[in-house]
């Protein structure tokens, strides 16, 4: 397991600060020890660490109290990201009160960039505020195409201004050792297994759909996780990704300047990941109009990969993408999130998710291998 960076450390006036505004009263700490440790007289020490529990000793009034701050220390068991470790003290705090005999929770307490703590016990929901920027989601722009057969040549540049955006963010690489293994494996296990991967989509899918039959959708996650496998050795592709990057998340104003929104599932990935999420569209709002990936969607496609590749050549994404393609098709095949597509749709969808994970390398210049039945 991993240690917390140096800088994670709380300085013993922090805490007496916090105590005071809890208490509305002078607080005085008599002694620090870390669970397991020795204990320290507050006196002699200016810091103490911030990722194991410690015990801490002190008066308010003539009152002696003693409590046991608590942190998560990221683990690569689900505490790979900050986000894990602010759900968990969340749930810490919402439910040990609930258990007979279990040890109260007394507070939760957040740190500030100023390294000053507060008490969050109030909270009983975090909400999320962002600035507004005017535009249409790319979507719009899919939708008119699908409907009117022409691509403009502004179609074709924003498609080429997208790979260019995400080859270059794709470019940033994580740069610690240590942790990139473990925040790969939790990337392909999410892809997997989280309730907005693989295993949730073939979930939410309702039984005995004689379009979907629960022996199909149960073989493309045994494919998945065989993907799971031959992708774990491969921590090196770890980069910065957005995670979410599809038409409604990109939002273009009309001097065709674009902004992203909603990145989701942390900051690092697999560049298939963003990759996969936009192209799928293509094919996806092609199919809606023909059975087959063709102009002026299949212009847009070329485009984008090809913009794509001049700007990052990578060609071992074609050899990774096949489980996230996969993921992708199941979203946009799904009677819950796209209700009103056409069953052969669902159906062409469905056969390009088994075929593209049949597959060791992604051809991407002939889909339509991966569109026919048998």
Known sequence: MTQEPDGERLQVEQFLRYLRARHGAEA?????QELGGEATGAAAIKQFGYG?????????????????????????????????RVAAI?????????????????DMIGRTTDGALHSLADLDELLLVTRYYPGAPYAGDLARIRDEGTAGDADVRRAETLAAYIARVHGEKHGDDAHRAALWRRRLRDLIGHGEGIMGLTDSYP??????????????????NRWRWRLKPLSHRLCQVHGDFHPFNIIFDEAHNFRVLDRSRGAWGEAAD???????????????????????FRTL?????????????????????QPWL??????????????????????TLLTFARRVMESERFDYQNVERYLETG
């Open 301 to 321: 496609w070329d485009r984008f990969w090809q913009t794509y590749f001049a700007r990052r050549p990578d060609e071992e994404l074609l050899q990774v993408i």
């Open 207 to 224: 039984p005995d759909l004689f379009y979907a039959p629960a022996e199909e959708l149960r073989a493309l996650e045994q494919m998945a």
């Open 52 to 84: 194991r529990p410690l015990l801490i000793t002190y008066q308010v009034e003539g009152q002696r109290h003693q409590e046991v701050l608590h942190t998560i220390r990221r683990t690569p068991f689900g505490r790979e990201r900050e986000d894990d």
């Open 90 to 106: 969340w749930l810490d705090y919402h439910t040990f009160n609930e258990l007979p005999r279990h040890v109260p929770a007394l």
């Open 274 to 296: 963003d990759v996969s999420c936009l192209t799928i569209n293509y094919l996806f709002f092609s199919l809606q109009r023909q059975a087959d990936l063709s102009p002026p």
């Open 326 to 347: 996969a993921w992708r098709a199941l979203v946009v095949a799904s009677p819950v999130w796209y209700p009103t597509i056409t069953v052969e749709t669902r159906r």
């Open 28 to 32: 005085h700490i008599e002694q620090v």
